[in-house]
């Protein structure tokens, strides 16, 4: 029997995990973290958050037919923060991005995963091109997740199993289950 294997589904539910921390995360700072940068060359939670709508709406728009690597993005321009760049405005085209990246997702079948699609004129199988991806994300969503956790001090509520609370977890998991 030859069945296939369902990659897509997975890689799908855990970008969606991905984007529910960082959102999470977020949600539990004020503006003035949101756009606090630890530092003179780091990144505040605003910029990851333009960076990455920006690398999302260009990599998933047209994702099959053309390089993911948009002529009209300015990357280093995502790593500055402009007077029109309010939070409301950043994470109207956070959701913005998300929605490209599922959406992409969604229209591909397992046929598409051997494609060959480019970024940066640089030849990536679709199966490449998606996980190269959800790892850059990841990485990022981890750093807005430190970020936001500093920030928020001792009223950070765990986004997973907080510290201690592991017998807890195990003694009833559905209670941690995303609904």
Known sequence: MNETIDLLGPVHRELQRLERLARTALGQIDDRDFFHAPGEQEN???VLVKHLAGNMRSRWTDFLTTDGEKPDR????EFELGEGDTREA???RWEDGWARLLGALEGLGPDDLGRTVRIRGEPHTVLE???RQTAHYAYHVGQIVQLARHAAGEGWRSLSIPRGGSEAFNRAPERYLPR
């Open 44 to 46: 505040s939670p605003a």
């Open 74 to 77: 300015h990357r280093d321009t």
């Open 90 to 92: 950043l994470m109207t």
């Open 129 to 131: 091109a998606i996980l």
